[in-house]
């Protein structure tokens, strides 16, 4: 794998992890409602370190070949997808066409930040 591929790649896969971990950090707890705030506060930050120890190599390694607002647009549209999934799966809520079309929406507007390149 050369270089560049590997730099365009690598952060998509990272990002991707990273997400999971955050997802669950910032929302997870929503499905124990009747735990300690504290004790939800600490486990979210223990699921939330290693969430920093992907995204920061992620954009370290991306930043050879995209912009930072690439990245950062990469990021929310790995968050938008893996929130589906989370919300759906995990949380067992109905995805609706709204939340679809917002999301698609959301999507286009990146799809825009990638038209000048880098």
């Given at each position: 794998m050369t270089a560049t591929l590997w730099a365009r790649l690598a952060p998509i896969g990272l990002l991707l992890a990273s997400n999971l971990f955050m997802t669950f950090a910032w929302y997870g707890h929503l499905k124990h409602?009747?735990?300690?705030?504290?004790?939800?506060?600490?486990?979210s930050w223990?699921?939330?370190?290693?969430e920093y120890g992907l995204a920061v190599p992620a954009n370290r390694?991306?930043?050879?070949?995209?912009?930072?607002?690439?990245?950062?647009?990469?990021?929310?549209v790995i968050t938008l997808t893996v929130f589906m999934g989370f919300s759906?799966?995990?949380?067992?809520?109905?995805?609706?066409?709204?939340?679809?079309?917002?999301?698609?929406l959301i999507a286009l507007g990146a799809a825009v930040v990638f038209l000048g390149g880098r």
């Open positions: 409602r009747g735990a300690a705030l504290w004790l939800v506060i600490l486990t223990l699921i939330a370190l290693p390694i991306g930043a050879a070949v995209w912009s930072t607002a690439q990245l950062k647009t990469i990021q929310e759906v799966f995990y949380m067992g809520e109905t995805l609706r066409w709204t939340t679809l079309a917002g999301f698609a």
